[in-house]
């Protein structure tokens, strides 16, 4: 049977590294949900319209085709047919308006849809802001990563990225719809002072304690699957 392990936590914290690593140890499928609201917001910016007027979003959603194929062990994100560079998803322009388009509740309710749909294809490993709160409620294994604000500012500039990281998490943690929340049950992690093999090593170590199934054999997932339909 498929599992989900939620890993949720704010900006920058390693969240993503750590487990793109977890789930490659664990033969799952990773799911990065934050290239999903960048792609949606990549998509907005692109048609020159405003990230902050929600209403025109709205009216603009159903024109936008996305998919999430999962190549090589890893979900990817798809527009209108079209892959999208990391640098795109995460340019300074993205960074700036990503949280305007992830408070809006249409935006988040199909994107949730998709990312409950990946289970239909194997064990996943899914990193967001409200995959434990939300999207997974259910699961048994939750992990919730964090780092130091400092911590979180300095691996950011090493990126060469501007990204008011303070400013996000502002956004994320107040807005109505799916904030970013420690889900119940979660394992808080904190790799500010450990490195990413440590902070890995932590992640398969509490979710032995929560007696994940087989941690040495991961399920036979297809590396190469479209997930979700062109809608
Ligand atoms: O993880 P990230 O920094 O790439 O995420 C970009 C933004 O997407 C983040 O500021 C908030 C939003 N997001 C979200 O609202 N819910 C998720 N599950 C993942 C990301």
């Keep these: 049977m498929s599992v989900v392990i939620t890993i949720d936590g704010p900006a920058a914290s390693g969240k993503s590294s750590i487990a793109r ?15 999903m609201y960048r792609a949606f917001t990549w998509a907005v910016l692109h048609r ?3 990230p902050d007027d929600a ?7 159903p024109s936008i085709v996305f998919e999430c194929p999962i190549l090589d062990g890893q979900t990817h994100v798809r527009l ?23 408070r809006i509740p249409e935006v988040r309710a199909r994107l949730v849809a998709d990312q409950r749909a990946l289970i239909r294809l194997g064990s996943l490993v899914m990193e967001g ?16 990563i964090d780092a130091s604000e400092e911590v979180r500012a300095t691996r950011r500039r090493a990126q060469g990225q501007t990204d008011n990281l303070a400013e996000r998490d502002r956004m994320d ?16 992690i904190d790799n500010s002072a450990i490195t990413l093999e440590e902070a890995v090593n932590q992640v398969l170590d509490a979710l032995r304690s929560k007696k994940l199934p087989d941690l040495s054999a991961g399920t036979a997932n297809d590396p190469n ?6 809608h």
């Excluded at 209403?55 to 959603?61: G, Q």
């Excluded at 999208?84 to 388009?101: F, R």
């Excluded at 802001?129 to 919730?144: A, E, H, L, Q, T």
């Design 80 to 102: 209108d047919g079209h892959d999208l560079a990391a640098d795109q998803l995460n340019s300074d322009a993205v960074n700036a308006a990503v949280s305007l388009i992830a």
């Design 225 to 230: 699957t479209t997930a979700a339909p062109p």
């Design 48 to 50: 020159g319209m405003d």
């Design 129 to 144: 802001r409200d995959i434990g709160s939300v999207v997974f409620p259910d699961s048994p294994y939750k992990i919730y």
């Design 173 to 188: 943690k107040a807005r109505q719809s799916s904030p970013l929340v420690i889900p119940d049950g979660a394992t808080i």
């Design 55 to 61: 209403a025109a979003v709205i009216a603009d959603l």
């Design 21 to 35: 690593l977890v789930a490659k140890r664990l033969g799952y499928i990773f799911v990065g949900t934050g290239n």
